[in-house]
């Protein structure tokens, strides 16, 4: 027992002192490593701090660089998200107006032309000269033109010169005389439209000049050159113009229209003036109601007629009223023509809708009002098309 206490006891030293030796021979050996380098120990210190800072440094680099990108790739595919066609479209083609505006300054040539005015005839004399640099319309490089010239304050009389084959430079050399009033001439326009004849196909138009008579000084002959341009998409014939009072008194139901006169009208005979008469029409849901109409007035375009017509509409029935006006022309050997009407009531907009409302916000009252004649077609369509709205009412 003695023995193996012993034993143990010198054994139990031993082991201590091998794992002390073992603890100890990590730092010793890593003093070693920095004794062998020839710098202090401050030194040595630095520079693995500053080695750690640049470390560091690198990484946060690194980070933000990858951070960045997937930022930068999310913020285009929203963009592309919120993208929608019209607007892509738009990115890729170009804009409508920029090729209208290069169509519209497209050269297409020129125009020679005179005007001469006599005041005593009150007739002018349009010269249509020559033309010059036309633009090519046919496949061969050439055109085949001819002249349009009529006046916006009548329509229905165009004149047109001969064709000439084959030539973008043709001299026309033709005169066209207008009857026109002195007092008409600054709210007319001369206009001058140049068409390539195509046998078998709609002709093309090349270009026009439009000429404001208003702005040109007919004292003495005109003749000058002008650039064609791009003929006018859409051109609305001036018909006239009417001027009626309405008045309505809820307590004994009656409508009172009063027709006082009318100007500007459109020319419907070969004399150039028209003979007017008006209808006043009363449609009930649109079912036709009560119709009247003035006399007719002789060879004129300014008529003045101040005639009345009354109306029973009962006060509950007032919203359920179209009041349509028409101007006609009266004609013994043909059908009488309309040249144009308007309609007013709770389906109507613009003027006449605002010119109902104020007869029926001042009852007793009447109230007058200029109109422009619209295009009997168009008005046809509105009464079959809209539908009634209310509008407030006075009491009786």
């Known amino acids: 027992m003695a023995n193996k206490m012993s034993s143990n006891s010198t054994t139990a030293p031993s082991a201590l002192m091998t794992t002390a030796a073992l603890t100890t021979a990590k730092p010793g050996f890593i003093d070693g490593i920095i004794n062998k380098i020839p710098l202090p120990k401050w030194a ?51 804009d409508m107006e920029d090729l209208e505006s290069g169509l519209e300054n497209e050269k297409r040539g020129r125009l020679q032309y005179s005007l001469e ?54 001299v026309f ?14 709210e007319s326009t001369l206009v001058m439209q140049i068409y390539d004849f195509n046998r078998f196909a709609k002709h093309d138009i090349i270009g026009e000049v439009r000429l404001p008579l208003g702005d040109f000084d007919l004292q003495h002959v005109i003749e000058e050159w002008q650039e064609l341009t791009a003929a006018s998409k859409m051109e609305q014939e001036r018909l006239g113009e009417i001027c009626f009072s309405l008045r309505y008194v809820p307590s004994t139901s009656k409508l009172t229209v009063v027709i006082l006169e009318a100007k500007k009208l459109k020319r419907m005979d070969s004399s150039g003036l ?85 007869m029926l916000a001042n009852p007793r009252r009447p109230i007058a009002q200029w109109h422009s004649l619209q295009p009997v077609e168009e008005v046809d369509n509105a009464l079959r098309l809209k539908s009634h709205f209310k509008l407030p009412l006075p009491g009786k």
Not at 181 to 186: G, I, K, L, N, R
């Open 274 to 358: 028209s003979d007017p008469f008006v209808k006043v029409q009363l449609i009930l849901n649109k079912k036709k109601w009560k119709k009247k109409k003035t006399g007719v007035k002789k060879s004129t375009l300014s008529p003045y007629f101040n005639e009345a017509f009354n109306f029973e509409v009962p006060f509950n029935q007032i919203q359920n009223i179209d009041l349509v006006i028409s101007v006609w022309d009266h004609d013994k050997v043909t059908k009488n023509q309309q040249i144009g009407k308007l309609f007013l009531g709770c389906r109507a907009t613009g003027n006449q809708l605002r010119h109902w409302s104020d």
């Open 117 to 170: 005015y006599n005041f005593r005839s009150q007739e002018m004399k349009v010269g249509v000269k020559q033309a010059a640099d036309l633009k090519a319309m046919d496949s061969g490089g050439t055109s085949d033109p001819y002249v349009i010239v009529y006046l916006t304050s009548d329509m229905r009389k165009k004149y047109e010169s001969k064709v000439y084959r084959k030539t973008l430079n043709p």
């Open 173 to 186: 050399n033709e005169t066209f005389t207008f009857q026109i009033p002195q007092a008409e001439m600054s």
């Open 44 to 94: 040595l210190i630095a520079i693995a701090v500053a080695a750690g800072l640049l470390l560091i440094l690198f990484l946060i680099c690194i980070i933000k660089c990858c951070c960045c990108k997937k930022k930068h790739k999310k913020k285009e595919k929203l963009n592309l998200q919120n993208i929608n066609g019209s607007t892509t479209a738009s990115l890729v083609q170009p």
